[in-house]
């Protein structure tokens, strides 16, 4: 059994898992024991899943160069709007409608790019403390521009790293929404006429980090590792489990292409 994805849906973080079928995990209230073995490539989704057809191993990512280039959406992750590398969904990328975003992580903010109907899903999967949508924009090559535009103009990211949100699992909301509200004003001089319905909100309440009661030690998939405890919250990509009276994170994106046993 594999794990080909990790996933928000419906405002809950699941596994999805596939040996002869998909099994969806939801993780919530689980008490769960996971052996993890090698990582191999989850090869490519292009209107279903598609497994690896050499089944490569991998030491980081999640495809191999074939899949990679198969997957429908991945190679449009690494576009900049200044040349399209994804022509088979130009057409469609040119119609879409985007919303630019600000995500705050504690003392850290990204900038990101949404379809307009998972604008507050992203932001969940993400594990944002609060979430600003900016501007709507059509055609994905153009919303890309903008993006690297703000993100240069405000001097900050458009990718926060797991290491990153781990080490900011609490935030603290006064100095978060200072930060953001800053930045959304020079983000109004910069755009006097398209940011004129901005829209905040506040994602803390979707991560049951009310069940966590200190710190947690943050724990590293890797070969052979065995993981057993309580999924008592998590906030985007990091799992919180409680193991007796220990709490310990890890990043799911980490658990994506594991071949596991399941000891429960």
Not at 29 to 41: G, H, L, M
Not at 144 to 158: A, G, K, Q, S, V
Not at 177 to 185: F, G, P, Q, V
Request: net charge positive.
């Amino acid at each position: 059994m594999q794990i080909i994805r990790y996933s928000w849906d419906k405002f809950e973080p699941k596994l999805i898992l596939k040996d002869n079928k998909i099994t969806r995990m939801n993780l919530f209230d689980r008490d769960i024991s996971i052996k993890f073995n090698d990582k191999i490539c989850i090869g490519f989704f292009n209107g279903k899943h598609y497994p690896c057809p050499e089944r490569t191993i991998l030491e980081y990512g999640y495809n191999c160069h074939d899949c990679r280039k198969n997957d429908r959406f991945s190679m449009c992750m690494q576009c900049t709007g200044e040349e399209c590398i994804n022509p088979k969904r130009r057409d469609e990328c040119k119609e879409e409608e985007y919303f630019l975003y600000l995500a705050v992580f504690d003392s850290l903010i990204k900038v990101g790019v949404s379809l307009d109907r998972r604008i507050i899903e992203r932001l969940v999967e993400q594990g944002a403390d609060f979430g600003a949508r900016l501007m709507q924009i059509k055609d994905g090559k153009e919303v890309r521009i903008i993006e690297r535009n703000i993100m240069n103009t405000l001097n900050i990211t458009d990718r926060v790293r797991g290491n990153q949100k781990a080490q900011r699992i609490f935030c603290n909301p006064n100095a978060a929404m200072k930060n953001l509200y800053k930045n959304i004003i020079t983000l109004k001089n910069l755009f006097p006429e398209k940011l004129n319905n901005i829209e905040i909100h506040d994602l803390r309440n979707y991560y049951r980090l009310h069940n966590v009661i200190n710190d947690p030690q943050l724990l590293k998939v890797r070969n052979g590792i065995k993981l057993e405890g309580k999924v008592v919250a998590a906030k985007g990509n990091i799992v919180i489990l409680k193991n007796e009276d220990m709490f310990y994170s890890l990043n799911a994106h980490e658990m994506v292409g594991r071949e596991v046993e399941l000891l429960n």
